[in-house]
C-alpha cells in the first residue's frame, strides 16, 4: 500500500509504519476519515462488512496469524478478494456480483461505449 512505502521512503526507515496499522487505515480509518460511524471492525451493533481474502495462493505461503496484515499490505491484492459484504449483503463472492444485473451493465456500457465514439 502506499501510504506504508511513502513513509517509509520519506523517513527512509523500512519499520516506521507497521503493517498492522496500513491494514487499520485502510480499513476502520479509512472508515471514520468518510464520516462513516460503526464501520470499520467487527463489533456488536456496527454494521457487517466485511472483506474475504483467499491466502490459498503462492505469494502467501509462509503466511501465519502473526505476519497476515505484511503480506496483505505488501504481497496482496485485488485478485486475492474472494468476497465483499456491506452491512450484511454480498457484493462480490466467489467471482460473481449477486446483487447486480450482469446483462444491464453490459448493456449500459455498450450504450456508453456507442454514444462515445459517435
Same mark, same amino acid.
Not at 505488501?74 to 456491506?86: C, E, H, P, W
Not at 446483462?103 to 461505449?113: G, H, P, T, V, Y
Given at each position: 500500500?502506499?501510504?506504508?512505502?511513502?513513509?517509509? /521512503? @520519506? +523517513?527512509?526507515?523500512?519499520?516506521?509504519?507497521?503493517? %498492522?496499522?496500513?491494514?487499520?487505515? #485502510?480499513?476502520?480509518? !479509512?472508515?471514520?476519515?468518510f464520516g462513516f460511524?460503526?464501520?470499520?471492525?467487527?463489533?456488536?451493533?456496527?454494521?457487517a462488512d466485511l472483506?474475504?481474502?483467499?491466502?490459498?495462493?503462492?505469494?502467501?505461503? /509462509? @503466511? +501465519?496469524?502473526?505476519?497476515?496484515?505484511?503480506?496483505? %499490505?505488501?504481497?496482496?491484492?485485488? #485478485?486475492?478478494?474472494? !468476497?465483499?459484504?456491506?452491512?450484511?449483503?454480498?457484493?462480490?463472492?466467489?467471482?460473481?456480483?449477486?446483487?447486480?444485473?450482469?446483462?444491464?451493465?453490459?448493456?449500459?456500457?455498450?450504450?456508453?461505449?456507442?454514444?462515445?465514439?459517435?
Amino acid at each position: 500500500m502506499g501510504a506504508a512505502l511513502l513513509h517509509k /521512503g @520519506v +523517513n527512509r526507515d523500512p519499520v516506521c509504519v507497521p503493517a %498492522v496499522d496500513v491494514l487499520r487505515m #485502510a480499513t476502520y480509518e !479509512g472508515a471514520r476519515a468518510f464520516g462513516f460511524s460503526q464501520k470499520g471492525m467487527i463489533r456488536e451493533g456496527w454494521y457487517a462488512d466485511l472483506v474475504l481474502v483467499n491466502l490459498d495462493k503462492p505469494h502467501y505461503i /509462509g @503466511v +501465519n496469524p502473526e505476519n497476515l496484515a505484511a503480506y496483505i %499490505v505488501y504481497a496482496g491484492s485485488s #485478485a486475492d478478494v474472494a !468476497g465483499t459484504m456491506i452491512n450484511g449483503k454480498w457484493l462480490y463472492k466467489n467471482g460473481e456480483f449477486p446483487t447486480l444485473d450482469r446483462e444491464e451493465i453490459l448493456q449500459k456500457a455498450r450504450d456508453s461505449r456507442e454514444t462515445i465514439t459517435k
